[in-house]
C-alpha cells in the first residue's frame, strides 16, 4: 500500500468527523458541505481500493492475510458512504453523530490497513 494515501484518507476522515461533530454540537444537521467532504473521503478511500487490488493483482501480498486485507479495503470504502446514506434518513443532529462515527471508524480502519499491510 502507499502509506501516503492511508495517511491522507486517515486525517481526511478525521477531520470528517471533528467537523460533523462540531455540527453535532451546535444541534445542526448533515448539510450540503458535509456530503462534498464525504465525498472527497470517500473519492481517497476508493483510490486506495483501486491501488489496492492492483497491488494484489501485481503479486505483493499482505502480511496478515489476502482475504482479511480486502474485507478492510472493502469495509473502508462502504464506511463513510453508509453513515452518509444513514443521515439522509435522520435529518436531525444525530445525522450528522451518524457521519462523524462513521469517519471515525473509516479512520481506525484505514490504522488496521496499515498494520495488516506489514506497516
Known sequence: ???ALTLAAGLAALGLAAWCGFAFTRDQPTKDWHFIGMAVVSLLVL??????VVRLAGGDRPAQGTAIFVAYLLGAAAAVPAAGFMSLAERTRWGSATVAAGAVILAVLEVRLYDIWGG
Do not use: E, S
Not at 483510490?47 to 489496492?52: A, F, K, Y
Open 1 to 3: 500500500m502507499i502509506d
Open 47 to 52: 483510490v486506495q481500493l483501486v491501488v489496492g
